[in-house]
């Protein structure tokens, strides 16, 4: 494989986020960047939640870089897939988050009634249990919660449903690009088991066990890049 970056070099590092598609907690994980990382927070557009027409949408952005990262997080995983296997000559790291190649814990996921149960309040505990672990500041947490809840139940709903259908297991294969899997070590939405799938890719994936919940690029940001560098030495790699 190709060096992650020319010695001296930024990379553009494309930061997708999770279901809640905002970008606004993710400022700390930016902020932490080590060289030659250079993160451009995207966050999900809310015309479509259809995967393939995210990846239209992403591919265009992808292609004005000769070279990128793409580090996606949860719901945002496939997407990423499909624009590493699409785009091999651009998309030199494909970093993965808490995410999936196909449904995990697919009976809940297709048959819970989600867009009504968005409408109930979120308790900051379980906000806490499910998604951030208890690390992140309460400021932080309270801030995250008040984005997620910007979300409609109708887009919250869309995006649920792609992911009971989405399967992108063929396209790992394609993939090109130096990959690692960051594996929530108290995640209690993505089982552990849907790292499974990428361990036994081939080649496989490296998969790194990151303290923390499931939401792990906004409560976890300096782990995350650690767990980077344990991988790629933290700078242009090889």
Not at 112 to 127: E, G, H, N, V
Not at 167 to 176: C, H, P, S, T, Y
Not at 191 to 197: E, I, L, T, V
Not at 205 to 217: A, E, K
């Amino acid at each position: 494989m190709a060096p992650l970056a020319a010695p001296g070099e930024p990379l553009p590092t494309l930061v997708l986020p999770g279901l809640h598609g905002g970008t606004d907690q993710l400022d700390e994980f930016a902020r932490l960047a080590p060289e030659p990382f250079q993160p451009i927070l995207l966050s999900l557009p809310e015309s479509t939640a259809d995967y393939d027409q995210l990846t239209e949408h992403f591919a265009e952005i992808v292609a004005q870089h000769p070279a990128c990262a793409l580090v996606a997080e949860s719901f945002s995983g496939p997407l990423a897939v499909k624009l590493a296997a699409r785009l091999p000559e651009r998309v030199k790291l494909l970093v993965l988050v808490a995410t999936f190649a196909r449904a995990p814990r697919p009976l809940l996921v297709r048959w819970l009634p989600w867009r009504w149960l968005f409408r109930l309040p979120l308790p900051m505990w379980a906000m806490r249990l499910f998604l951030t672990g208890r690390k992140m500041s309460a400021d932080r947490a309270a801030r995250l919660r008040a984005d997620i809840r910007q979300m409609s139940a109708r887009m919250f709903a869309a995006r649920f449903r792609e992911i009971s259908r989405v399967d992108v297991r063929a396209e790992l294969a394609r993939i090109q690009a130096h990959r690692v899997y960051l594996l929530g070590a108290n995640d209690w939405i993505v089982p552990a088991s849907a790292a499974a799938d990428f361990a036994d890719a081939s080649p496989p994936w490296p998969v790194i066990r990151v303290p923390g919940g499931h939401m792990l690029l906004e409560a976890q940001p300096a782990a995350c890049w650690d767990a980077l560098a344990k991988v790629f030495g933290g700078a242009s790699g090889s």
